[in-house]
C-alpha cells in the first residue's frame, strides 16, 4: 500500500503524466456525446429545432435528424488537447499534494494542500485546455458553420483575433478552481472512508470519483453556462439584446445569462452536466490509479 500510494521517486513524474494523459483523453472521450448535448442544452436562445427536455431526447433526436457521428464533432481537438493538459494537471498535482502536505500535516493528508493542489493544477490545465475548448463547443452548437477544426481556427483568428481563444479563460478558472478543489477535497475525503489504507481497489477509485464529479459539477454549473456563453458567442441570443461585437468578461457574462435566462438560466444544461461529469470523473480516476499502480509495480519488479 505503501508504496503505491508513493510512488518510487525516480519515476514519479513520468508515471504521472502518462497515467495523467491516458486518463484525461479517456475522460474527455468516452462521454463526448453527452458534452456536445450539455453545450447545446446551455444554449441561451436555442433554435426551435434544437431544443430538448433530457440528455437521451437530445441524442436520439441529434442522431436521427443530424447524422449517427454528429454528437462527435470536434472530438478530435478534444484529444489533442487533453493529453498534455491533463499530463501536466495530474503531475503537479502529485507534487504539490506531496509537499504541502508534509507541510501542513507531517506525515498526513491534508484536505486543505489537496485543495491548494487541485487548483493550482487547474492553472496549467486551462491555459492548455482553453483554446481546444474554444474550438469544441463552436463545432458542437446546432448549424455549427464550421466544415473542420482547422477552418474554425482559422476562421475564429482571422475575425476575432488570438484573443478568442481565451476569453473565457478567466470565467474558467473561476469555474474549475472551485470545481478542482470541491472534486479532490470529496475523492480525497471519499477515500479514506471506503479505502483507509489507500489501496489498489478499483471500485473505491470508480465511486469516490462518481461522487466527487456529481457534487462539484453541480455546483459550478452557473459558471459553466457563462464559459459556453463566452466560448460560443451565441449570435442570436447576443443579437436579442442588441450586443454588437463580441461579448468579452465574466460581470458581462453573467448579466446575459440572467437577463435572458433569469436565475434558472445559470443552471441550464445541468443534468447534462452531471451525468457527463459522473461517469467521466470515475474513468479518469479509475484509468490514473490503474496506470500507477501498474507502472509503479512494474518499477518495483525492475528494482528487484
Not at 495530474?90 to 489537496?114: I, P, R, V, W
Not at 490545465?125 to 475548448?133: G, I, K, L, S, Y
Not at 474554425?152 to 483568428?157: A, H, N, Y
Not at 481497489?201 to 464559459?227: F, Y
Amino acid at each position: 500500500g505503501d508504496e503505491y500510494e508513493s510512488l518510487p521517486s525516480g519515476a514519479a513524474l513520468g508515471t504521472h503524466m502518462v497515467a495523467g494523459a491516458v486518463a484525461g483523453i479517456m475522460e474527455h472521450t468516452v462521454m463526448y456525446p453527452v458534452d456536445s448535448v450539455k453545450t447545446r442544452m446551455q444554449s441561451l436562445q436555442p433554435d426551435p429545432k434544437a431544443q430538448y427536455r433530457s440528455v437521451y431526447e437530445a441524442l436520439k433526436k441529434i442522431v436521427l435528424t443530424e447524422g449517427l457521428w454528429r454528437p462527435l464533432r470536434g472530438i478530435n481537438v478534444t484529444v489533442l488537447g487533453a493529453g498534455p493538459a491533463h499530463a501536466m494537471y495530474f503531475a503537479c498535482y502529485e507534487k504539490m499534494k506531496k509537499s504541502l502536505s508534509d507541510t501542513l500535516q507531517q506525515g498526513g493528508n491534508s484536505h486543505l494542500a489537496n485543495g491548494i493542489a487541485g487548483s493550482v493544477a487547474t492553472l496549467l490545465h486551462d491555459a492548455v485546455m482553453n483554446p481546444a475548448e474554444v474550438v469544441k463547443q463552436r463545432m458542437q452548437m446546432f448549424n455549427s458553420p464550421y466544415k473542420s477544426v482547422l477552418s474554425c481556427v482559422r476562421t475564429v483568428q482571422r475575425t476575432e483575433g488570438f484573443g478568442a481563444f481565451y476569453r473565457s479563460y478567466t470565467t474558467q478558472l473561476t469555474m474549475n478552481v472551485p470545481f478542482q478543489a470541491i472534486h479532490f477535497i470529496t475523492y480525497e475525503f471519499m477515500q479514506e472512508n471506503i479505502n483507509p489504507h489507500r489501496e489498489y481497489n478499483p471500485r473505491s477509485h470508480i465511486v469516490s470519483g462518481a461522487v466527487a464529479g456529481a457534487m462539484a459539477a453541480a455546483a459550478t454549473t452557473p459558471l459553466d453556462v457563462c464559459k459556453t456563453l463566452l466560448n460560443t458567442q451565441e449570435n442570436t441570443a447576443l443579437s436579442s439584446l442588441n450586443i454588437s461585437g463580441h461579448l468579452s468578461g465574466m460581470v458581462n457574462a453573467f448579466r446575459t445569462v440572467y437577463q435572458l435566462g433569469g436565475l434558472w438560466g445559470f443552471f441550464r444544461g445541468v443534468q447534462a452536466r452531471v451525468i457527463y461529469q459522473m461517469p467521466s470523473t470515475a474513468i479518469a480516476w479509475s484509468v490514473y490509479e490503474f496506470f500507477k499502480y501498474f507502472l509503479t509495480k512494474h518499477k518495483l519488479e525492475k528494482r528487484n
